[in-house]
Nanobody, 125 residues
């Protein structure tokens, strides 16, 4: 079974930075889109960012644009979400996912086939 493994979550203060990692051991997903989603307490899971490097696109939610950056290390089969200037409203469980969406449908969770277990991010004010 294909697994995505998130790591790097934690507790930080508002304004701090944090980097989440999404490892895909045993598989590169180089031709897939990798997306990051998050679910805050009492809310539905929402789109954060996605990229499909083989197609040359990257897409961010307006709420994180300019603060978060998605990148990848092909040699390590790892995708990162660098989160800067964190706000209390960024507190959530963050999930990475791999799938086959086009850029126009990058926000559609149902188009992502493989999901990680989630990483908790807590931002104190």
């Amino acid at each position: 079974q294909v697994q995505l493994v998130e790591s790097g979550g934690g507790l930080v203060q508002a304004g701090d930075s944090l980097r989440l990692s999404c490892a895909t051991p045993g598989r590169s997903f180089r031709n897939h889109a990798i997306g990051w989603f998050r679910q805050a307490p009492g809310k539905e899971r929402e789109f954060v960012a996605a990229s499909r490097w083989s197609s040359g696109w990257t897409y961010y939610a307006d709420s994180v644009k300019g603060r978060f950056t998605i990148s990848r290390d092909n040699a390590q089969n790892t995708v990162y979400l660098q989160m800067n200037s964190l706000k209390p409203e960024d507190k959530a469980i963050y999930y990475c996912a791999a799938g086959d969406p086009a850029q126009s449908s990058a926000r559609t969770q149902g188009l992502y086939t493989y999901w990680g277990q989630g990483a908790q991010v807590t931002v104190s004010s």
